[in-house]
């Protein structure tokens, strides 16, 4: 098993705020998603990141894949109580399809 | 288009008793995953299936779990028989390539 670590576990800020988290590996992942849950819900996927070096931007939120495709962080601009939650990161192994997740970092924004 | 549906939604039973939870994935997903959410953790997969055939199994405790996907389409895991340990949230999810998945609500299991 692939193992992920995620920093930090927990995170508590106040709106508009910057933050970024980290998504840590010594495995090469063919691909790397991030994920946000709610309490009572399903992980909703944010993004897959597949390049090495890739950034890709979802409004306010910034993901990066490691060059070396084992590490990736999300960074958040101005973060609003609707970005409260828990975000995994899931790694893919070669077939791109098993997932890998970290004990993800809880997110609370408070206004 | 219809999300990935399970039920039931919440669960309690005894140490010893049996479960079984039912999921309904997005139409033409060929792809149907079960995961295991236990409390302050990340999902940890059980079985993953490709049509109506298992690509991976190897974390599924098989003396006590089981998963079918008849027929291609839904899915049904069992547990039997259950112990405190299995406490915790079932998801199931589904994709159609390998880049995302798209999970249900989940199900919350408490084994007493």
């Known amino acids: 098993t692939q193992l992920l670590e995620q920093s930090p576990q927990f995170l508590s800020i106040q709106e508009g705020e910057n933050l970024t988290v980290y998504c840590n590996s010594s495995?090469?992942?063919?691909?790397l998603q991030w994920y946000r849950q709610e309490p009572g819900e399903g992980p909703v996927l944010l993004v897959t990141?597949?390049?090495?070096?890739e950034v890709k931007k979802l409004k306010r939120l910034t993901f990066q894949f490691g060059d070396a495709r084992k590490d990736s962080s999300l960074h958040i601009t101005a973060a609003q109580p609707g970005d409260t939650g828990l975000y995994l990161c899931a790694g893919a192994d070669n077939s791109g399809y098993a997932l890998n997740f970290g004990k993800g970092t809880s997110l609370l924004v408070t206004p | 288009e219809a999300g990935v549906a399970q039920s039931p939604r919440y669960k309690i039973i005894e140490k010893r008793q049996s479960v079984a939870f039912w999921c309904n994935p997005i139409?033409?997903?060929?792809?149907l995953y079960w995961y295991q959410q236990i409390l302050g953790q990340g999902p940890k997969l059980l079985i993953q299936?490709?049509?109506?055939?298992?690509?991976?199994d190897s974390q599924l405790p098989k003396d006590r779990f089981s998963a079918e996907r008849l027929k291609g389409v839904d899915s049904t895991l069992k547990i039997q028989p259950a112990k405190l340990e299995d406490s915790a949230v079932y998801l199931c999810a589904s994709s159609l390539t390998g880049y995302g998945q798209y999970f249900g609500p989940g199900t919350r299991l408490t084994v007493t």
């Open positions: 990141v597949v390049t090495g070096g």
């Open positions: 299936f490709q049509n109506n055939g298992v690509v991976d």
């Open positions: 495995s090469v992942f063919s691909s």
């Open positions: 139409s033409g997903h060929a792809t």
